[in-house]
């Protein structure tokens, strides 16, 4: 299988690709970065991109599945328009470029409370991209909405003391769909669900995650 990746460079990103280039199913992973990466695999291929010119990359998207996890955060972009042009536009034009190429499967990762409908910008932005990515028709459409992430060496404090604070109330049996979890879980399911075969839309949340 070929695997392509958008969102390599990130927390659950450079899971995936560790997994993937693990995984005997896959004999070659194609990255899209902003900035040139090692390739420190032989099965992995690296296309540095302007995600702002997609017409010029777009006929790279091919292969049997297309994995997308690209994302910013509003202090790190700038504004919100900037945030939804990374988290939404450039996500919906690779996914776009890989269905017009004939790639079967897509898997994205999405959030909890994700809600194209919601007054909240980030889960409606969330929500719009889960939305119109299952009306491309891919034979295979798999979203995934975690909750809270635990990153391997995260220096983040907002984010670490969510997690203790969400994992004690987890243990008094409350929020459990919102019980924080490891990015290489996430990993782990996105690429069991390209290789299960399954056809249609699936909208997976925390405890599904988990089982898959």
Known sequence: MKALVLGA???????LVSQ?????????????????????????????????????????LTGDVLFSMLGTTIRAAGSQQA??????????????????????????????????????????????LDRDVQALGFEGCFILRPPSLIRKGSDRLGEKVGVVALRAINAIGLMRNFTPM???????????????GRKGTGIFTSQEILSI
Not at 9 to 15: L, S
Not at 50 to 60: I, K, M, R, S
Not at 95 to 100: I, L, M, N, T, V
């Open 20 to 60: 993937l280039l693990q995984d005997e199913a896959f004999d070659r992973v194609d990255i899209f970065v902003r900035r040139e990466v090692p390739a420190f695999s032989d099965k992995l291929v690296v296309h540095v991109v302007d995600f702002e010119h997609p017409e010029q990359w777009a006929g790279e």
């Open 83 to 128: 945030q939804w042009k990374v988290d939404y536009t450039y996500q919906l034009q690779a996914a776009q470029g890989a269905r017009k190429n004939g790639v079967p499967v897509y898997a994205v990762v999405s959030s909890v409370g994700a809600d194209a409908k919601s007054r909240i910008f980030y889960s409606k932005m969330k929500g719009a």
């Open 182 to 196: 490891p990015t290489e879980a996430v990993a782990a399911a996105m690429i069991r669900l390209a290789k299960s």
């Open 9 to 15: 460079t990130g927390a659950i990103g450079k899971d």
